[in-house]
């Protein structure tokens, strides 16, 4: 198969059929040869990313995992790789030196969105998984661009951990209500101007809510039309 990527998922796998969608969505097809081609890796197993980095000597490491599957996929030639998981980009520079292969990053291309309305100095609230929170996955590429940056205050944090983990992932049950909560209170309580859903399984919610024109951004989203763009370039050359 020429011109093909591959897409690291299952992390979780319903909010990887979410991407799927998505990128499906926003290709200009007209018939079944316009779609894009790819190779859907939904590694399911994988040990959580948000519970070894919030516990590490307790759980297993998620990384040699990550960079078998890399390693391996490597020698089938892709154009460039998708990792779905915004808590897994913590790996990211283990994994670039894993493969020659291009890796898309979705935390930087989900800041590079923000900048293209929002000026320097507006306050940006990042939500997510603790692990991607507490260490700071989203942060130096708010910060490089001259935004406030703005964690959720423990509370909210505690409500959106409830969400991701306890109702989507161990449920399947996206919880509206829960979700147009956390939004309000970003925006209504931390005063942000602009939020960034940094989990995937938030990326569910929102294709459901659809707050877009209302000052979210979903990194999933970016990362699907960036996907596409990047895709139909090598397949136009």
Do not use: W
Request: charged content about 20%; aromatic content about 10%.
């Amino acid at each position: 198969m020429d011109n093909f990527f591959t897409i690291i998922g299952g992390m979780g796998t319903i909010a990887t059929e979410l991407y799927i969608k998505q990128i499906n969505q926003k290709t200009p097809a007209k018939n079944d040869q316009d779609y894009l081609n790819y190779i859907l890796v939904n590694y399911s197993t994988i040990p959580d990313r948000s519970t070894y980095l919030m516990s590490r000597e307790e759980t297993i490491n998620p990384l040699p995992y990550l960079l078998d599957t890399f390693k391996t996929q490597s020698a089938l030639n892709p154009n460039f790789f998708v990792l779905t998981c915004n808590t897994a980009h913590y790996f990211f520079k283990e994994l670039e030196k894993a493969t020659d292969v291009p890796i898309l990053h979705m935390p930087r291309l989900a800041v590079k969105e923000v900048t293209k309305t929002y000026p320097k100095g507006t306050k940006v609230g990042i939500i997510g998984t603790e692990g991607t929170i507490q260490n700071k996955i989203y942060d130096p590429f708010i910060l490089e661009e001259g935004y406030d940056l703005v964690h959720p205050t423990l509370e909210i944090q505690r409500m959106v951990s409830t969400l991701i983990f306890d109702k989507i992932k161990q449920q399947n049950f996206l919880d509206k209500e829960l979700y147009d909560q956390i939004i309000n209170k970003m925006f209504t309580e931390l005063n942000c101007e602009v939020v960034i859903l940094g989990c995937t399984e938030l990326s569910l919610m929102e294709d459901m809510e659809n707050y877009q024109n209302n000052h979210v951004i979903d990194p999933q989203n970016v990362l699907a039309e960036e996907s596409v763009k990047l895709a139909l370039s090598y397949r136009n050359k």
